[in-house]
């Protein structure tokens, strides 16, 4: 499989030491923070003064020497506040004015306000966490419609320039908005974004930059890569992509670690030996060997703790002889879960996080229908020793996750382990498509999560392990376990399935990506990956 790159433009970081600095490009982005509120306004009366014009906020430092410098005519001003009912003094982060085209020594410029939202409350005293995201797109959307931009600046306060988390979401973010898949079009009908960028330079207002705010574009950079990976593996047709090209993805990302991350690929024989029933069951079917992927990275210094990451890799889904009746054209998305963990494998081979031993796992296959594929009624036998009725071979996920977990657990021996899958449309049903469900009855490990979650953007939202609704799953005939419940709750259901292949005390979250994975609008979304 083809990997898609990063625009080749630079990011780079720099104090504003005068006006000439920013006019040296061709789009000049000036970033404007909202005046604070009065503590006393209410929700009221913000409501109220929302109906009235928005008193036009003052230009200061950069801004205002760039005004003058451009003539002091005071036509940046009137930028803002022929825009105001809309822009707000740019209270809203990554709002934008209208472009500004104005002649500086025979040269046209075009400039742009960017709303930073409004300042960080004095017991913050740092800007939102998703104040980067917010400029990060926005300078993409700049840089990607207006046309022949070639080089970008954009002036930031001090506030925002100096917090390394702000730059690294802004860096991601910004390389994130200009994906576009072209590896399957033409050069005729290719989607081109940014074709011209070369650079973008944010300017401190600052006296001073430090190494580690370079350091946080870079890194930026590097998960930005690996989210590209992600929407790569997700939106990849069947034809190009199976459990064998997901394996030289898996150990492409090993060769270009620098020697961080190992894999390890374990064939059907392997699977055998370990008593992978469960997912070689599934992967009858597959018009390919089985491919369990494992992923190893391990920092250059002490390990304080051994974390598992296992996907969802089903290449594609039919549903089995229980087949779909709406939606396979999309279930070339069925391996999201995979592409999130591969996704991250990536950008941890580049970030290199010390203090942390990181296990990437994905068993990948296939849900096909042949004469060796599963058939309703089969009774398949886990790793652990479970013994698993198959009601319904489109509830096969599950299955191929049970060995993963098992192989996290008492394998691998992780210390806690986090699983994402396009598991159920039930959770579809609850959370929408943007949203993911987490269940996990560790409360400490769902904090952690729910915080991530907040800083990335990746909405989840905790559901309930509803352990009276385990009883569907273990009151069958002939096995241990059902792999379906009843007609309701089927997203807690498969969720409580998962629990029997991990230790009880073990932290171990499940988290229900089928929502967010995919836009209609622009396929792959990289959820995930952060």
Same mark, same amino acid.
């Given at each position: 499989?083809?990997? =898609?790159?990063?625009?080749?433009?630079?990011?780079?970081?720099?104090?504003?030491?005068?006006? /000439?600095?920013?006019?040296?490009?061709?789009?000049?982005?000036?970033? @404007?923070?909202?005046?604070?509120?009065?503590?006393?306004?209410?929700?009221?009366?913000?409501?109220?003064?929302?109906?009235?014009?928005?008193?036009?906020?003052?230009?200061?430092?950069?801004?205002?020497?760039?005004?003058?410098? !451009?003539?002091?005519?005071?036509?940046?001003?009137?930028?803002?506040?022929?825009?105001?009912?809309?822009?707000?003094?740019?209270?809203?982060?990554? *709002? $934008?004015?209208?472009?500004?085209?104005?002649?500086?020594?025979?040269?046209?410029?075009?400039?742009?306000?960017?709303?930073?939202?409004?300042?960080?409350?004095?017991?913050?005293?740092?800007? =939102?966490?998703?104040?980067?995201?917010? @400029?990060?797109?926005?300078?993409?959307?700049?840089? =990607?419609?207006?046309?022949?931009?070639?080089?970008? =600046?954009?002036?930031?306060?001090?506030?925002?320039?100096?917090?390394?988390?702000?730059?690294?979401?802004?860096?991601?973010?910004?390389?994130?908005?200009?994906?576009?898949?072209?590896?399957?079009?033409?050069?005729?009908?290719?989607?081109?974004?940014?074709?011209?960028?070369?650079?973008?330079?944010?300017?401190?207002?600052?006296?001073?930059?430090?190494? /580690?705010?370079?350091?946080?574009? @870079?890194?930026?950079?590097?998960?930005?890569?690996?989210?590209?990976?992600?929407?790569? #593996?997700?939106?990849?047709?069947?034809?190009?992509?199976?459990?064998?090209?997901?394996?030289?993805?898996?150990?492409?990302?090993?060769?270009?670690?620098?020697?961080?991350? $190992?894999?390890? #690929?374990?064939?059907?024989?392997?699977?055998?030996?370990?008593? !992978?029933?469960?997912?070689?069951?599934?992967?009858?079917?597959?018009?390919?060997?089985?491919?369990?992927?494992?992923?190893?990275?391990?920092?250059?210094?002490?390990?304080?703790?051994?974390?598992?990451?296992?996907?969802?890799?089903?290449?594609?889904? $039919?549903?089995?002889?229980?087949?779909?009746?709406?939606?396979?054209?999309?279930?070339?998305?069925?391996?999201?879960?995979?592409?999130?963990?591969?996704?991250?494998?990536?950008?941890?081979?580049?970030?290199?996080?010390?203090?942390?031993?990181?296990?990437?796992?994905?068993?990948?296959?296939?849900? !096909?229908?042949?004469?060796?594929?599963?058939?309703?009624?089969?009774?398949?036998?886990?790793?652990?020793?479970?013994?698993?009725?198959?009601?319904?071979?489109?509830?096969?996920?599950?299955?191929?996750?049970?060995?993963?977990?098992?192989?996290?657990?008492?394998?691998?021996?992780?210390? *806690?382990?986090?699983?994402?899958?396009?598991?159920?449309?039930?959770?579809?049903?609850?959370?929408?498509?943007? @949203?993911?469900?987490?269940?996990?009855?560790?409360?400490?490990?769902?904090?952690?999560?729910?915080?991530?979650?907040?800083?990335?953007? /990746?909405?989840?939202?905790?559901?309930?392990?509803?352990?009276?609704?385990?009883?569907?799953?273990?009151?069958?005939?002939?096995?241990?376990?059902?792999?379906?419940?009843?007609?309701?709750?089927?997203? #807690?259901?498969?969720?409580?399935?998962?629990?029997?292949?991990?230790?009880?005390?073990?932290?171990?979250?499940?988290?229900?990506?089928?929502?967010?994975?995919?836009?209609?609008?622009?396929?792959? $979304?990289?959820?995930?990956?952060?």
């Amino acid at each position: 499989m083809e990997w =898609s790159s990063l625009v080749s433009a630079e990011m780079s970081l720099a104090p504003a030491e005068s006006v /000439d600095k920013a006019m040296e490009a061709d789009l000049i982005l000036i970033g @404007i923070k909202a005046p604070a509120k009065p503590d006393e306004e209410d929700e009221d009366e913000d409501e109220k003064k929302e109906e009235q014009d928005e008193p036009v906020a003052e230009l200061t430092g950069m801004a205002k020497s760039l005004e003058d410098a !451009m003539g002091g005519n005071g036509l940046l001003s009137s930028v803002i506040a022929e825009n105001n009912k809309e822009f707000k003094n740019g209270a809203k982060a990554g *709002s $934008t004015t209208p472009v500004a085209r104005v002649m500086v020594g025979g040269k046209a410029k075009r400039v742009v306000f960017v709303g930073l939202g409004p300042p960080p409350k004095e017991e913050d005293k740092k800007p =939102s966490t998703t104040v980067g995201v917010a @400029i990060g797109k926005a300078i993409a959307s700049q840089c =990607s419609t207006l046309k022949k931009v070639e080089t970008c =600046s954009i002036i930031l306060p001090e506030d925002i320039t100096s917090d390394e988390a702000a730059l690294q979401d802004l860096s991601s973010s910004f390389f994130q908005e200009l994906y576009a898949d072209n590896r399957y079009k033409s050069k005729m009908s290719a989607k081109k974004v940014a074709e011209n960028l070369k650079s973008v330079q944010i300017l401190s207002e600052g006296a001073s930059v430090s190494e /580690d705010a370079q350091a946080a574009l @870079i890194k930026g950079h590097q998960m930005a890569n690996g989210i590209f990976l992600t929407k790569d #593996i997700v939106n990849a047709p069947h034809n190009v992509l199976n459990s064998l090209s997901l394996g030289d993805t898996a150990r492409r990302i090993a060769e270009e670690s620098g020697g961080s991350i $190992t894999c390890e #690929i374990l064939g059907k024989e392997e699977c055998e030996k370990r008593g !992978m029933g469960a997912y070689l069951g599934v992967a009858r079917g597959s018009e390919t060997d089985p491919q369990f992927i494992h992923l190893t990275y391990k920092p250059s210094g002490d390990i304080k703790k051994k974390v598992a990451l296992v996907g969802k890799g089903l290449l594609f889904d $039919t549903g089995g002889y229980n087949i779909k009746t709406q939606m396979m054209e999309l279930m070339k998305f069925d391996c999201g879960g995979a592409a999130a963990v591969l996704g991250a494998a990536r950008a941890v081979g580049a970030l290199k996080p010390e203090g942390v031993e990181a296990h990437f796992i994905v068993a990948a296959c296939e849900n !096909m229908i042949n004469e060796k594929a599963i058939v309703p009624s089969d009774i398949l036998t886990a790793m652990n020793g479970k013994t698993i009725e198959v009601l319904n071979t489109d509830a096969e996920g599950r299955l191929t996750l049970a060995d993963a977990l098992v192989f996290a657990d008492k394998e691998v021996g992780a210390d *806690s382990i986090i699983e994402l899958s396009t598991l159920t449309g039930a959770c579809m049903i609850s959370l929408g498509n943007k @949203i993911a469900g987490v269940w996990t009855s560790n409360d400490d490990l769902a904090t952690q999560l729910d915080e991530v979650s907040k800083v990335t953007g /990746d909405k989840t939202w905790r559901m309930p392990l509803a352990s009276e609704y385990g009883e569907e799953l273990t009151n069958g005939k002939f096995s241990d376990l059902k792999n379906l419940g009843g007609k309701y709750g089927g997203a #807690i259901t498969a969720a409580l399935f998962l629990q029997h292949f991990v230790s009880k005390k073990k932290p171990f979250a499940h988290i229900d990506i089928a929502g967010p994975v995919w836009s209609d609008k622009i396929g792959a $979304t990289g959820f995930g990956t952060q």
